[in-house]
């Protein structure tokens, strides 16, 4: 049986209510009550998400074959980037699965999403410890790299080592994300917890012989080409915006991070996570994950409730927004640091220049 984390699962400071955020209007729902307010949409429709999930799969695995078959190398470039836009949808389902928020009780969805973490280089074991850990630490200050990107205060960046600052620089450079492919999925999440602990993560090691076992195989079978246009450029890109994803929502210029004596579950939602927003195309690509704040006030609404959670309760109509335009992403890794004198993210030059003064 699956465990899925519920609010009051997570590490809290404090007993959540109210009281813990700060004052709202009378008639605004916070804390627990605009939670409860979010258990309505929390409901699957079994018949809804195996249509999502058999659809999206069928039409990843049908474009994967026609780009390994395709004639023409720019028709196998053109399939292939559909396939990795159609990877980022297939991995929001398997995400939702392992959240419980769809399909936790059937057989088939745990044959199917287990086949797929063995070749996607999502081992159920790794991931879901990761995950677990962000979703009760979201707007914390961690140094560490734990199922999320690190965040250092200035004063621990002015206090820091070379050698600490460096690897915080490292975790959390653009270049990271863009071959998260190989920096995230098969380092992070497969071989770095398997060489830690082999006896628990051994399914880290059978997604990583999976997974290079299907490249050698098409390889053997059709060249190259085929393992190129089928499995390593639409893995490549899937893993960089699915990575860049990730990284906005809880890493971007107006977040705010909370103190640990006033830091609740529903805060974090609400302060430390963005919505991202994009035009229909990419939000059915990404499977409403830019809904974020939502998914974090209650991850057992699934992903295709998200939007009518959103236009139902006006609490949650007011989020700090981000996007993939070209400003916002550089905004997102230029916001570094946390500065709690003036309580916002700053950048690298901003916590140097404040040292000197």
Known sequence: MRHVLKPDEHTQTKTTSTADLPEHSAGIRAGHELFEATEAFAIESVARSWWYVGSTFILMLATLLAAGMAPWWPLQLGLSILAAFLMVRAFITYHDYMHGSILHDSRLAWLLFHLYAAFALT??????????????????????????????????????????????????????????????????????????????????????????????????????????????????????LGSYLFFAQHSYKRMHIISPDAWTFY?????????????????????????????????????????????????????????????????????SLWDESVQRMVTFGEANTKKCD
């Open 123 to 240: 081992p159920p074991r790794s991931w879901r410890k990761s995950h677990n850990y962000h979703h009760g630490h979201v707007g914390k200050i961690s140094a560490a790299s734990i199922g999320a990107f690190p965040i250092m205060t200035t004063a621990m960046w002015q206090q820091a080592t070379p050698m600490e600052r460096s690897n915080y620089r490292i975790q959390r450079h653009p270049l990271i994300v863009l071959f998260s492919y190989i920096t995230i999925f098969a380092y992070s999440i497969c071989l770095g917890p398997l060489l830690r602990e082999p006896t628990r993560y051994w399914d880290s090691g059978l997604a990583l012989l999976a997974h290079a076992g299907l490249i050698a195989l098409l390889w053997v079978w059709g060249g190259f080409n085929v393992a190129f246009y089928v499995v390593i450029l639409p893995m490549t890109i899937a893993s960089s």
């Open 267 to 335: 805060r974090a939602a609400l302060e430390s996570s963005s919505y991202m927003r994009l035009n229909r195309i990419m939000q059915w690509f990404t499977g409403n994950i830019g809904f974020h704040h939502i998914h974090h006030l209650n991850l057992r609404i699934p992903f295709y409730r998200l939007p009518e959670t959103m236009a139902a309760i006006p609490e949650l109509q007011t989020p700090v927004i981000t996007s993939l335009a070209p400003r916002d992403i550089i905004d997102c890794f230029k916001s």
